[in-house]
């Protein structure tokens, strides 16, 4: 585009044909400026001085090794500027949503401030306005011209009718909609549904102190993903309040563990939600782990409920865990007799607005990753790839196993007798 645009005024002036030259792949001129596309190949981009950095379709980005270069390479210019550009996609564990549009999320809602990044979406608020031609400009902002409104409106009732069909949704609402949807028929959450159960402003300042707790525990392999994730009940408004927290293998380093699993483990692990093992061989300290667990359940003084993990993969933890523990563990085999019902149960719940979770990325990644696999009317979960991790999911299921059946209602006697409201009557 920039080198038609470029053609044209050149024929129209004689001083920018002097001073701009045109090549195959590049653009340049007399004082050594160049303009040009680049390689996917970060490696390869070393000694770069850029000015201006332009990300077209970064959604489709699985890293963000390329963005990481661009912005170092600018360290040097006072009026740097990277331009993203791109449709949403239902890729939605990749940079562009995991980072840059979380990160717009908190700009456009006013939670961060930056004056120096320009964030412009044009989106459709919810999946129910998909429906309703009269709000599709929301996502559509060329059908503010006439000429353009009735063409858009036509092709776009044509495309949905066909793709409803079809069994295709997905690419219309991400590509003609600007809507972010998981692209598997099978996903078990889609993003929508997950997104209603953020915990507000009031609930992520609860008192936790002294309340029941029911943990999840998902023990994979010792240099992979190991995640505790727990569920508390908030007995005065009857609902449950979830969050996670993991621990990361590092073997072969972590660099290459971040591009294998596509997944910044150390932005997270600055953000408090994991931790990344600093053994030389790169395996998972359980030592590590159970002192974390010790240290949580003791600062909040919770009241433990249960810690349900699955016996597989047990091992030398849990048996040091039951030194400590051993009343609350609960074996939570993995099968459809075990996991089904917690794992519907669960969805029913954030459905129902039963269950709110703190935002953590890696659980929001594991629910973006996970797929139903339905059979004989059971419900279990899965993934398509081994790097789609589901760890800290699988733990929040372990620990719905147990959970789902609190009861709110239930009478403590123990209050009772200290507010004088407990007595034998005859």
Not at 42 to 48: I, P, V
Not at 242 to 254: A, Q, R
Not at 278 to 290: A, C, E, K, P
Request: negative net charge; charged residues 25%.
């Amino acid at each position: 585009m920039v080198k038609s645009q470029l053609k044209a005024i050149r024929g129209q002036s004689k001083a920018i044909k002097k001073f701009t030259r045109l090549l195959k792949y590049e653009i340049t001129t007399t004082d050594d400026s160049s303009m040009q596309p680049l390689s996917a190949d970060a490696d390869t981009l070393d000694g770069l001085d850029a000015m201006l950095g332009i990300f077209d379709e970064y959604a489709l980005s699985k890293t963000t090794e390329m963005m990481d270069v661009i912005e170092t390479s600018m360290g040097q210019q006072l009026e740097p500027l990277i331009v993203i550009i791109s449709t949403a996609s239902s890729k939605l564990n990749y940079p562009m949503h995991s980072i840059e549009y979380q990160y717009i999320d908190k700009l456009l809602n006013e939670e961060t401030e930056n004056d120096e990044y320009l964030a412009l979406c044009w989106e459709q608020d919810s999946m129910k306005e998909v429906d309703d031609p009269a709000m599709w400009i929301k996502s559509n902002p060329l059908m503010e011209i006439e000429s353009q409104k009735e063409q858009l409106t036509q092709a776009y009732k044509r495309l949905l009718s066909e793709a409803k069909a079809k069994g295709t949704i997905s690419n219309v609402l991400t590509k003609h909609f600007n809507i972010w949807v998981q692209s598997s028929k099978e996903s078990y959450m889609n993003k929508e549904e997950w997104n209603s159960a953020k915990a507000d402003e009031s609930l992520k300042d609860i008192n936790l102190v002294g309340r029941d707790i029911y943990i999840g525990v998902d023990l994979s392999r010792v240099g992979d993903l190991t995640s505790f994730t727990w569920v508390i009940p908030i007995d005065e408004q009857k609902l449950f309040l979830s969050d996670s927290y993991s621990f990361v293998g590092s073997k072969g380093g972590i660099e290459s563990k971040e591009n294998e699993d596509k997944t910044p483990y150390r932005a997270y692990e600055q953000a408090g939600i994991c931790s990344i093992s600093t053994q030389t061989s790169g395996l998972v300290d359980y030592r590590n782990m159970i002192v974390w667990l010790d240290e949580f359940i003791q600062h909040y003084e919770f009241n433990v409920k249960a810690i349900c993990y699955d016996p597989y993969n047990a091992g030398l933890m849990i048996t040091e865990i039951s030194e400590r523990y051993g009343d609350y563990l609960v074996e939570t085999r993995q099968g459809a007799i075990t996991l089904s019902p917690a794992t519907k149960q669960l969805k029913i719940d954030v459905l129902n607005n039963k269950i709110k979770h703190l935002d953590n990325q890696l659980l929001n990644r594991a629910i973006y990753n996970a797929v139903s696999i339905e059979k004989n009317d059971s419900v279990l979960i899965d993934k398509t790839t081994n790097r789609n991790k589901i760890d800290p999911l699988d733990a929040l299921i372990n620990a719905y196993t147990q959970a789902q059946y609190h009861d709110f209602d239930e009478v403590d006697v123990n209050e009772l007798i200290e507010s004088g409201d407990y007595g034998f009557g005859w």
